[in-house]
């Protein structure tokens, strides 16, 4: 009983921690959406896409708006977004995107999870050639009549590729896929059509992906999760297959 409870408590502990991060996450790109387009969804194609985020990663109501006035009150941070190239250990190629106030500190502490996992810092333009940047829709499929009309429809706003796949919480969704420049397009189509997004972002997708032994790839996913556990880091992207 003990163990049981042990592992669940672990399990738990592990969940929270996810959840915790990503609503700093989404309180990051609150703040980056509401200063560049203001407070109002309606007017801010940037927050909206934010909020359904937000709701996609079970952030509560009150959390977001406290992220939303927050932003607008005097003295709010200010965040940049910065990319940082990396290798990882076996020649595996990274893309750490950040969301900084202070751009020392992180490429510091950036520095300092690659050299303890056994990773290093490149140079620009070392990685991101490897990397396609994509818009990435998820849809709740049940809430699409006619996939075949759906698609059709889609492919004039900038769509290159719809297909079921599933989410950070294992659910199973709709993505589309569209050049990160049709990203808007795309966006508007949807709402043409009558379809909100449970989530949409951009990633960077490799052009080529490598395989590793088992042994291998935990030394890489350790230092993925290193990375990913720090405040000022907001996704990292890897060619790992």
């Excluded at 669940?8 to 509401?34: H, L, P, Q, S, Y």
């Excluded at 250990?89 to 020392?104: C, R, S, W, Y």
Aim: with cysteine; aromatic share 6%.
């Amino acid at each position: 009983m003990g163990r049981i409870f042990e592992t669940r408590k672990a399990t738990m502990f592990k969940r929270w921690d996810r959840m915790a991060k990503a609503f700093t996450r989404v309180g990051k790109e609150i703040n980056i959406a509401v200063k560049a387009g203001g407070p109002h969804p309606e007017n801010n194609p940037q927050l909206r896409r934010v909020l359904q985020n937000a709701r996609a990663v079970n952030m509560p109501k009150d959390k977001v708006e406290a992220a939303i006035q927050k932003a607008m009150g005097v003295g709010s941070e200010d965040y940049e977004i910065i990319y940082y190239e990396a290798y990882a250990p076996h020649g595996i190629a990274l893309i750490v995107e950040t969301a900084t106030d202070n751009p020392t500190r992180t490429v510091a502490n950036v520095r300092l999870h690659l050299k303890k996992g056994g990773g290093n810092l490149g140079t620009s333009g070392s990685v991101m050639f490897n990397f396609e940047r994509l818009g990435v829709f998820h849809l709740d499929p049940e809430a699409v009549e006619d996939r075949d009309e759906l698609e059709l429809e889609m492919i004039d706003h900038g769509l290159t590729e719809m297909g079921m796949g599933s989410n950070d919480e294992g659910e199973k969704v709709l993505v589309l896929h569209c050049e990160f420049n049709d990203f808007g397009q795309l966006q508007s189509g949807l709402e043409a059509f009558g379809i909100e997004p449970k989530s949409s972002t951009d990633e960077y997708v490799p052009n080529d992906v490598i395989d590793l032994p088992d042994e291998q790839v935990e030394e890489v996913m350790g230092l993925i999760e290193r990375l990913e556990g720090d405040d000022d880091v907001q996704r990292v992207f890897h060619n790992l297959a």
